[in-house]
Every structure is written in C-alpha cells, then in structure tokens.
C-alpha cells in the first residue's frame, strides 16, 4: 500500500525537528518524555517484563528503543513500508508488519497493551471508530489500550500542526470524542493524562507536568483504559 509517509520516511526526523525548533527542543526530548507515559503506564497491566506490547502506526520507531528494552517483546505496525524499512535497521529486536490501515494483521486478543502516538489525526474521520475497534479486537481481556494525540485546545500545538507539512492531512480530536470512541468498543476505567505543559528537561518543569497533568491545556493528552473481561465471549464468537 502506497502512504503518503513512504514519502517523508528519510526526513521525517529532521521536518519534526524544524517544527519544534521554535521551542529549543529536538524532537529526542519529546519522544523520551513519551516513553516514560507509555512505561509508566504498562505498569499498570502486570509485570512489564512479561508484556507483549503493539504499536499501531509506529513509523520509523523512534519510540521502539526505549520501549522494546522495557517489555517482554514489541511488534510495530504501518501502512508506509519506507518507513518501516528504518525502523527494521534501527530496532531489529521488534517484530514489524506492515498493514492496509483497516484491519491489524493478528489474531483476537494477540497483545496485553495497544497504542497509537499521534496516528489517529491523520486517519480519515469516518474510519477513526474503525481504528479503534481494530486496536480492541486485538487486545486480550484485561489488557491496556493507549492513544496519544494532540490537543487541539493548546495554541502551539495548534501552531505545530499548522506549520507542519506532515500534518496538512490532521484532524484533531478532543479527548470526550476519543473517550467516546473507547466507550462504543467497551472499553473501561478510562483516564485522561495531558502532558507537555513546558518544553522543558530539566526535572524541576517534568514535576511541574506530572502536577498539572489534570488541567486540559497540555500540549498533547493521553486516552487509555482497559478492555472488560466481558469481551471474551463477544470476540471468542
């Protein structure tokens, strides 16, 4: 399947960067402060050695060297095989597979944690239920499901987005409309995290997020929430 990322996959790291250059950050800053929501949140499943873990729309795995180091095996998805391609060169412990963005190519109940870092703007707005249902299909019962996006009520990330040639395609959503999409695949104890008030590294300003992290004005937010034993029966049919 042709993507649009096949495109970008050589410089994606680099347009990221001018993108957020304005705010002294390199984009390591970011993704590393996105591994650590990510493993602190696996936390809650069981023991994180144990886990088998999936990422939906993973790119060039620029997240897969932290994560993959923390969990029993990783395994990433994309419907851009260009970008896969460095990911395979970078982190050739993970597992990728690429996909025809509709449906995961494994079994029900494959994985024990499912995310997506900012993919789901960029699916058509029709077909973000389908995502998600895709997402929960291949979950275990009891198992963590866990979206990143951008938060449309920040001014920068809107500025970001906008001046971001990755992102002309971007529809953001607001957290109650993917706390609805969890909802409508039963998905339960939802929790909303915001992150990235401050672009800053130093430990004084990570506090300072981790505090505020209630307040809806971070510059991205997490979605997760755990899908309901009662889901056995129904994918099992």
């Not at 590393?32 to 060039?60: A, T």
């Not at 982190?91 to 509709?102: A, C, F, L, Q, W």
């Not at 906008?162 to 939802?190: H, T, Y």
Request: with cysteine.
């Amino acid at each position: 399947m042709n993507s649009k990322f096949d495109l970008y996959a050589q410089k994606y790291q680099s347009i990221i960067d001018n993108s957020l250059g304005v705010f002294g950050q390199k984009h390591d800053f970011f993704v590393k402060e996105k591994v650590g929501v990510l493993i602190e949140s696996f936390k809650e499943v069981g023991n994180i050695k144990k886990l088998n873990v999936l990422d939906v729309g993973c790119g060039i795995g620029l997240y897969h060297g932290g994560v993959s180091k923390a969990v029993n095996a990783l395994y990433g998805v994309d419907v851009s095989q260009e970008s896969l391609d460095i990911a395979i060169l970078n982190n050739p412990e993970v597992s990728y597979e690429t996909y025809d963005g509709i449906k995961l190519p494994f079994p029900d109940s494959m994985f024990d944690c499912v995310y997506a870092i900012c993919v789901l703007h960029h699916v058509p707005k029709e077909r973000w239920q389908k995502f998600i249902s895709e997402m929960n299909r291949v979950v275990r019962p009891g198992g963590q499901l866990l979206v990143i996006e951008h938060n449309p009520i920040n001014p920068a990330t809107q500025w970001i987005v906008r001046s971001c040639e990755l992102d002309d395609d971007a529809v953001l959503l607001l957290p109650w409309r993917l706390n609805q999409l969890f909802k409508r695949v039963g998905i339960e104890m939802l929790k909303v995290r915001y992150t990235l008030f401050t672009p800053f590294s130093h430990k004084f300003f990570r506090k300072v997020d981790n505090l505020l992290c209630r307040i809806p004005f971070g510059a991205q937010y997490l979605v997760k929430g755990r899908k309901s034993y009662e889901q056995k029966v129904k994918w099992g049919n």
